[in-house]
């Protein structure tokens, strides 16, 4: 869908998403969000109150991206091939054009304050992957699964982080290994 068929609200959240994961989201003044969404600074208050509140939009409308991505991938999957799709998706992720870590761990990096709204839209990002790890460990008949799914949220973490700074091939195969290892001990390698 192109800019111009966007309303206001959205060219604003699009922009946002762009400026803010590529640039960082203090780096990025309302005016430059303004100019970039092709909007007036009255329509950026009718949406947006605050910035922080065009933040908190941003990472909602990325969380639901990535939650589509994800019940997309899992559907109708056996427990294992669910397991290879998520970890999938995080190599798709990192191997995208343009990646710079993870929006959320980057904002909340800038919004250290846990009870900040926009904090809290990353903790309630974290807590939707935690529970699909937990699942997808459940179902694995793992004998912890909730240890198993904290396991994988830190090697999701450190491969969004660490795919950054790294050779991502080399982060991407060292995640999927270990993720495996952990959470399918089962499984044949």
């Known amino acids: ?18 400026l803010f994961y590529g640039e960082g989201i203090h780096a990025v003044g309302v005016d ?3 100019r970039d969404a092709g909007v007036t600074l009255a329509t950026f208050y ?23 991505n994800v019940e997309i991938a899992l559907s109708n999957q056996a427990p294992r091939q669910a397991l290879e799709a998520l970890l999938d998706l995080v190599d798709q992720r990192t191997s995208a054009p343009g990646f710079r870590g993870c929006q959320f761990i980057n904002a909340a990096a800038e919004y250290p304050d846990d009870a900040h709204p926009v904090h809290v839209a990353v903790s309630d990002h974290r807590s939707w992957f935690r529970a699909v790890a937990t699942q997808i460990a459940t179902q694995l008949g793992h004998p912890n699964p909730d240890q198993a799914a904290q396991y994988l949220v830190v090697l999701h973490d450190g491969a969004l982080v660490a795919a950054e700074l790294d050779d991502q091939k080399a982060v991407q195969a060292a995640v999927k290994s270990a993720a495996l290892q952990l959470l399918d001990p089962s499984a044949t390698r």
């Not at 409308?61 to 990535?66: F, I, N």
């Open 1 to 18: 869908m192109s800019n111009d068929t966007l309303s206001p609200r959205d060219r604003l959240v699009e922009s946002a998403s762009r």
């Open 32 to 34: 430059r969000l303004v």
């Open 46 to 68: 009718r949406h947006f109150p605050t910035k922080e509140a065009l933040v908190e939009a941003y990472l909602r409308a990325t969380d639901e991206r990535l939650r589509r």
